[in-house]
């Protein structure tokens, strides 16, 4: 059979369903672009976005890093407490502070600057309040540093000031001022105001010194000369403290040796009784025998223990050779008592009433015939501790004595509140009592004082007859001093004590 022909009709509807059919296949086509395109358009997007964020990520953590680098940097170069330069960067300043006046002229000025008794504070009040001690002393010396003057913390209380002028001037002397002015004022710590001192010590560069070590060291040795004479004070280096210091170490040696080899002995001074005319007491006052220097007083040796653990050492060595060589005067009637100077850091080892005891019991010294002299500057810190190891003294029958009563801080309240038997009124009462209305009132207050809270009243430093009987009729008749014998070694001690009848 023939294929049929196609009409034209036919033919019109049948491109027109292969037209149809191809619209679709585009239409469908195109929808199916459009989705892939939205797809990979969202999907790009996507990426874009977590393009972005990671961008920003590094972004902030290349900012953290800087952040820390910087820190680091601060750190490295600055005290965290404070912030002030800490002690790598202030060598390093003052290094190069040297080198540009060196090649430049001019002068550096190397200030060190320590509180007085700082430990003590951190030990009394804790370390928060040391802590805004040191933040406010900081706060202090910034404000006192001008200009490319540069303030550092070197170590626990320890601070210094870099100085920089053209020529040599007269800065460094006003900056320890300044210094001294500025730590006078009390420091607020919350409830608590504490008056915290300060020693300095300075020295120049090219003056004094040629270069940074040694500019170090001799400011070093003029703050050590500040502290030893009696602290809150400022010395400027000159070339003879560092000899002085020599000797001073040379001696500190020595004294050691010393102390172990029995060499600081007891000499003893009467305490007389005006109105018996009768030698009741000794003070035991510590000499040393030294071969070359002769006699050495404690004046010179004292202090220099006092910085150490020694003098604990010689406070026990002292108190020993006491009891053995007064015990016979005291088991036959010739002497009441002998009166030992106890050192403030003596009375703060923790073991000190334990050691005395021990020693008594040695000896089989009566405990009422020792009398222990301690000082007011002991109190004012540990004041509670002080009081609680002077009780335990107490209640085994040895008698406390408060020593140079009214030479110092002479505070009312201490009296009342200490366990203590005796006060020794300081021998500046005597030398005024005679020509001086006032001291003769104070004297009369302090006897009055005494009497109503039942202490005995011992009067020091009695040199002539006319001192001797103003303090008598001021109500003060137990007397001590040169007019009745000076300290003196155990055998004249017996032979004065026989030559007076007893
Ligand atoms: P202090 O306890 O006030 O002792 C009295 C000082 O005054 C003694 O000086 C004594 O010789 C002196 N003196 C006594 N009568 C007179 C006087 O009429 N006029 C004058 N101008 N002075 C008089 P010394 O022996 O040089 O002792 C000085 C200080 O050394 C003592 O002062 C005491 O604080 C300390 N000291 C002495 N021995 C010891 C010791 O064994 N241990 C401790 N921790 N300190 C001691
Ligand atoms: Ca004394
Ligand atoms: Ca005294």
């Known amino acids: 059979m023939l294929p049929q022909t196609e009409t034209s009709g036919d033919r019109v509807a049948r491109l027109e369903r292969r037209l149809q059919r191809e619209r679709r296949a585009r239409e469908e086509a195109e929808w199916l672009l459009e989705a892939k395109s939205l797809e990979l358009y969202n999907a790009n997007s996507h990426l874009t976005a977590l393009a972005n964020d990671l ?142 001192s300060c020693s300095v010590g300075f020295a120049n560069f090219p003056r004094d010194a040629s270069d940074s070590p040694t500019l170090q060291r001799f400011a070093d040795v003029a703050l050590y000369h500040s502290k030893s004479s009696g602290r809150s004070t400022w010395t400027e280096f000159d070339d003879t403290m560092a000899a002085e210091l020599h000797s001073r170490q040379g001696l500190e040696v020595e004294l050691r040796a010393a102390v172990a080899a029995g060499e600081i002995e007891p000499w003893y001074q009467p305490i007389i009784s005006a109105e018996s005319n009768r030698i009741v007491g000794v003070e035991a006052l510590a000499r040393w025998q030294h071969a070359e220097r002769g006699l050495i007083l404690p004046g010179l040796f004292i202090p220099l223990a006092e910085e150490s653990s020694l003098i604990v050492e010689l406070g026990r060595a002292m108190i020993d050779r006491c009891c053995q060589e007064i015990h016979p005067l005291i088991r036959d009637g010739r002497l009441d008592y002998v009166s030992i100077n106890l050192s403030p850091r003596h009375l703060r080892s923790p073991s000190v009433v334990e050691q005395v005891l021990k020693i008594l019991a040695r000896h089989d010294f009566p405990p009422s015939a020792l009398q222990l002299e301690i000082t007011e500057s002991l109190l004012l810190f540990d004041f509670e501790q002080a009081e609680q190891r002077l009780s335990q003294f107490r209640t085994r029958g040895v008698r406390i004595a408060l020593d140079d009563f009214g030479a110092g801080y002479s505070s009312l309240s201490y009296i009342r509140r200490l366990p203590l038997d005796v006060i020794k009124i300081d021998r500046s009462f005597a030398r005024d009592i005679s020509d001086d209305r006032q001291s003769e009132a104070v004297v009369k207050a302090i006897v009055q004082l005494a009497q109503a809270l039942d202490l005995q009243i011992v009067a020091e430093g009695i040199e002539t007859e006319s001192q001797a009987e103003r303090m008598t009729s001021c109500g003060c008749s137990i007397q001590q001093g040169y007019l009745f014998g000076r300290p003196m070694p155990l055998n004249e001690l017996m032979r004065h004590l026989k030559a007076k009848g007893s």
Do not use: W
């Open 55 to 196: 961008e920003m990520r590094v972004l902030d953590r290349t900012h953290e890093l800087e952040v820390s680098r910087q820190q680091a940097l601060f750190l490295a170069e600055r005290d965290p407490l404070t912030t002030l330069a800490n002690r790598v960067s202030f060598a390093r300043d003052l290094d190069a502070a040297i080198r540009t006046a060196q090649a430049h002229g001019g002068s550096v000025q190397l200030l060190f600057a320590d509180l007085d008794r700082f430990k003590e504070i951190n030990d009394t009040y804790g370390h928060a309040v040391g802590d805004a001690v040191l933040l406010e002393v900081a706060s202090r010396l910034s404000t006192i540093c001008r200009g490319t003057e540069m303030a550092g913390r070197l170590g626990g209380d320890e601070f210094g000031v870099i100085c920089i002028t053209p020529v040599e001037s007269e800065r460094a002397r006003q900056i320890a001022t300044e210094i001294m002015e500025a730590m006078s004022k009390p420091i607020d710590c919350g409830r608590l105001q504490l008056i915290v």
